[in-house]
């Protein structure tokens, strides 16, 4: 079976490569081959893209979930109940998708997936269950991270469910985006565009402020080394 799996891995990155979404080199020509609405998308606006464990390309777009297998596109929108996905995430169950309704399972296989709801979502801002899920981040021990807007977080072990809130300047901030990365020792760092940058203990469970800054625009981790980019680059050794 793992042969199997890797032969169709190689067959599926290469008919990528040359045929579906891949990018050649001919001569000093650059020759682009689009995945669009003519070929199979279900919308243009594509959110979030991840491969599974059989090589096959997940696509997350405003209009629902697609598979593509190299050559041809799948549409498997009818089995989520929001059509705007907007985030992936590999675990071991399979892959998670965060849309409006929440997160969906998606269990791949060689002829098919199955898929089937993980947690759903309210509408209700105050509601204990999730709102709008966005982002979403495995760390190494399996615990699942959600992202909400209004700085919401929320970390999903096992039947745990953990809400942590950042400080108001992050909250107030509706369009600010979280990100993750995990450090070493049980440290979980998270981020937000609007400038807040905090720290995740294990054994504290709570959220601890370490810096602001007057943005974040992404957040990358090297052993206990944080690399921030902003407005400038920054490097933070924990």
Same mark, same amino acid.
């Given at each position: 079976?793992?042969? *199997?799996? #890797?032969?169709?891995?190689?067959?599926?990155?290469?008919?990528?490569?040359?045929?579906?979404?891949? +990018?050649?080199?001919? #001569?000093?020509?650059?020759?682009?081959? =689009?995945?669009?609405?003519?070929?199979?998308?279900?919308?243009?606006?594509?959110?979030?893209?991840?491969?599974?464990?059989?090589?096959?390309?997940? +696509?997350?777009?405003?209009?629902?979930?697609?598979?593509?297998?190299? =050559?041809?596109?799948?549409?498997?929108?009818?089995?989520?109940?929001?059509?705007?996905?907007?985030?992936?995430?590999?675990?071991?169950?399979?892959?998670?998708?965060? =849309?409006?309704? @929440?997160?969906?399972?998606?269990?791949?296989?060689?002829?098919?997936?199955? *898929?089937?709801?993980?947690?759903?979502?309210?509408?209700?801002?105050?509601?204990?269950?999730?709102?709008?899920?966005?982002?979403?981040?495995?760390?190494?021990?399996?615990?699942?991270?959600?992202?909400?807007?209004?700085?919401?977080? *929320?970390?999903?072990?096992?039947?745990?469910?953990?809400?942590?809130?950042?400080?108001?300047?992050?909250?107030?901030?509706?369009?600010?985006?979280?990100?993750?990365?995990?450090?070493?020792?049980?440290?979980?760092?998270?981020?937000?565009?609007? @400038?807040?940058?905090?720290?995740?203990? /294990?054994?504290?469970?709570?959220?601890?402020?370490?810096?602001?800054?007057?943005? *974040?625009?992404?957040?990358?981790?090297?052993?206990? /080394?944080?690399? +921030? #980019?902003?407005?400038?680059?920054?490097? +933070? /050794?924990?």
């Amino acid at each position: 079976m793992y042969m *199997i799996r #890797a032969r169709i891995r190689l067959f599926i990155l290469t008919a990528i490569l040359f045929h579906g979404m891949g +990018i050649i080199i001919d #001569a000093q020509n650059l020759h682009i081959n =689009h995945l669009t609405e003519k070929r199979g998308l279900p919308s243009i606006q594509v959110r979030h893209v991840v491969q599974d464990d059989f090589g096959f390309i997940w +696509i997350a777009c405003d209009g629902g979930l697609v598979r593509f297998d190299g =050559h041809e596109i799948t549409n498997y929108s009818q089995h989520i109940p929001s059509q705007y996905g907007r985030y992936f995430c590999k675990t071991e169950a399979g892959l998670l998708l965060s =849309h409006d309704a @929440g997160i969906s399972l998606i269990q791949p296989a060689l002829d098919t997936a199955h *898929i089937s709801m993980f947690m759903d979502a309210s509408i209700d801002p105050e509601d204990q269950s999730l709102y709008y899920p966005g982002r979403l981040f495995r760390q190494s021990n399996g615990a699942v991270w959600v992202s909400e807007p209004g700085g919401g977080l *929320i970390r999903l072990q096992g039947n745990e469910r953990t809400r942590l809130l950042p400080e108001s300047a992050d909250q107030e901030n509706t369009d600010a985006k979280a990100l993750f990365a995990e450090l070493g020792q049980g440290l979980m760092a998270v981020a937000f565009t609007s @400038g807040g940058l905090y720290l995740y203990e /294990e054994s504290s469970q709570s959220l601890e402020k370490v810096h602001r800054f007057s943005r *974040i625009n992404d957040l990358k981790s090297n052993g206990n /080394e944080l690399w +921030i #980019a902003g407005e400038h680059v920054q490097r +933070i /050794e924990l």
